[in-house]
């Protein structure tokens, strides 16, 4: 078992910038490729930005490219969300996922993860 406890959403005007963290205990973090989706109401959770395990490699979905970078520190079980220049349409519920390894494609789909954190709310204002 792995659990995840995502902190840092909360309201921020557009343009503005949130760091959001995502804290694993449990089983070995640095096993786990870890992923970041967000969801609104009435829409399917999309999937925002993943790593592998090592932090070598990261995926972010179109919209978010040069705005938001996904980190992790395995010393310290944690994942990260580092975003910026943030929009109206960012506003979601954001919450972190932990998979054994994925492929490029794959990662992207969220009934590929294994475990899940409760979500963050992000609320950006115009």
């Known amino acids: 078992q792995v659990q995840l406890v995502e902190s840092g959403g909360g309201l921020v005007p557009a343009g503005g910038s949130l760091r959001l963290s995502c804290a694993a205990s449990g089983r070995t973090f640095n096993n786990f490729l870890m992923a970041w989706f967000r969801q609104t109401p009435g829409k399917e959770r999309e999937f925002v930005a993943g790593?592998?395990?090592?932090?070598?490699?990261?995926y972010y979905r179109d919209s978010v490219k040069g705005r938001f970078t996904i980190s992790r520190d395995n010393a310290k079980n944690t994942l990260y969300l580092q975003m910026n220049a943030l929009k109206p349409e960012d506003t979601a519920v954001y919450s972190c996922?932990?998979?054994?390894?994925?492929?490029?494609?794959?990662?992207?789909?969220?009934?590929?993860?294994?475990?899940w954190g409760q979500g963050t709310q992000v609320t950006v204002s115009s």
């Open positions: 996922a932990a998979a054994w390894m994925l492929t490029s494609q794959t990662m992207r789909s969220y009934d590929q993860y294994n475990y």
């Open positions: 790593i592998n395990s090592s932090g070598g490699s990261t």
